[in-house]
């Protein structure tokens, strides 16, 4: 009886110990899990479709759910072979972040590169947060599919090249897509010859602007006005512009082909646009034609628009070529009609291309010869005479 009672007493003993040891390795099984639980790394996409060679950058919360603020460290705990990835926080690399109790905020952002020969297929990255005895994981899953409509980050223009005077304004119509999971600001620049500008609007608005922000996966679109300068010379003209954020630059290249300025000024030496004239007898005027444009022009013709019966003629009436920035010195001889009375006329006379033309409206003044004023003085003295004599001879009768 009493080997009975023994035996008992030995088995529960090994019973409550069994259940002593169970109940310890629940306990200290249950501190890890409730320290793990104290600190959760998340973004909020986890998972994105990418394209090879493209820039990314997620944006991490910190949540820290124990009764203290701790230090936590940042890792990566895997990344695919080939590809970049790193902690930045403040405009700079970050391997640490405090984490305060009970907050959850956006601490840190990973940022990450993907080759540019990356084959198609699924990709993980894993991250870690690590500090006062607590621990976090979060994967991120990286697809790269041919059919993935998302690509890299861009700065495209349509119609990129275009073509007009020196005194065009062009308008280039520029789309920036930010293919990032995060809010992107850009900081846009221009490198323009000297003399130029240029200058970026959103589109549909008048407010010129120097940043701009894109939301993740989201697009902006901007016009880029360019102006050149007066005095430029025809020819092909490159103008970089960039879109820069913390975590890419974007490029893109806009061409202005300037096919010339053309504008000529018809004048004389002086700038007098009068002169005198008499009636029957030619005078010579000195006219000057001006190329006031940065390319050569061909096969200029002179003409004139006189009053009836006048003639105008050049001594040179077609110019073959007329150099950028020359002058050309041209008589023109002008012949008032016989019978025009004396008195103020309008003479127009023109030089034109097929590219541009100039016209000066010139005042003349004509005179009458001088014998026709004596033959009038003679006729009218010869008839005071007749009228004179008939008086005297029959006046008295």
Same mark, same amino acid.
């Given at each position: ?26 306990? /200290? +099984?249950?501190? %890890? ?31 820290? /759910? ?39 905020? /956006? ?10 020969? +990356? ?82 609007? %959103? ?12 939301? /993740? ?10 102006? %050149? ?39 004389? %030496? ?53 150099? +950028? ?57 010869? +008839? ?14």
């Amino acid at each position: 009886m009493e080997k009975t009672c023994s035996h008992q007493k030995t088995v529960f003993a090994k019973r409550l110990f069994a259940a002593l040891m169970v109940a310890v390795l629940l306990c /200290a +099984a249950a501190v %890890p899990s409730f320290a793990a639980g104290g600190l959760e790394l998340s973004t909020t996409y986890p998972g994105i479709s990418v394209s090879a060679g493209e820039e990314l950058s997620f944006s991490l919360d910190l949540s820290n /759910a124990s009764s203290s603020g701790c230090n936590v460290a940042l890792s990566t705990v895997s990344l695919p072979e080939g590809w970049q990835g790193y902690f930045t926080g403040n405009g700079g690399q970050i391997s640490h972040v405090y984490a305060k109790s009970g907050e959850n905020t /956006a601490v840190a952002n990973f940022n990450v590169t993907v080759p540019s020969d +990356a084959q198609q297929g699924t990709y993980e990255i894993t991250l870690n947060a690590s500090g006062g005895g607590m621990s976090s994981n979060l994967v991120l899953e990286l697809v790269i599919d041919e059919n993935s409509t998302v690509g890299a980050s861009s700065l495209v223009t349509e119609y990129e090249t275009q073509e007009g005077s020196a005194s065009t304004s062009f308008s280039f119509n520029t789309t920036i897509t930010n293919n990032t999971p995060n809010e992107q600001s850009y900081s846009l620049s221009a490198q323009a010859p000297s003399g130029w500008t240029v200058s970026f609007n %959103p589109s549909g608005e008048s407010t010129q602007v120097a940043a701009i922000d894109v939301p /993740a996966y989201g697009s902006q679109g901007l016009t880029v006005a360019v102006s %050149p300068p007066q005095n430029v010379e025809a020819g092909e003209y490159e103008i970089p512009i960039s879109a820069i954020s913390s975590s890419e630059t974007l490029s893109s290249t806009l061409t202005v082909v300037i096919t010339g300025t053309y504008d000529i000024t018809l004048s004389t %030496p002086s700038g007098l646009l009068s002169f005198d004239a008499t009636s029957n007898k030619a005078t010579d005027v000195t006219l000057t034609i001006t190329n006031n444009g940065n390319v050569d022009l061909q096969n200029l013709n002179l003409t004139s628009s006189a009053p009836t019966d006048w003639t105008v003629t050049f001594s040179e009436s077609s110019i073959d070529v007329l150099e +950028a920035g020359s002058t050309k010195e041209v008589t023109a001889t002008v012949t008032p009609a016989k019978d025009s009375l004396s008195g103020d006329y309008v003479m127009t006379i023109t030089a034109s291309g097929s590219e541009t033309s100039s016209s000066a409206e010139f005042r003349v003044s004509v005179k009458t010869e001088t014998i026709w004023g004596i033959v009038g003085l003679l006729a009218i003295a010869a +008839a005071a005479a007749a009228l004179s004599y008939v008086f005297r001879k029959y006046g008295r009768r």
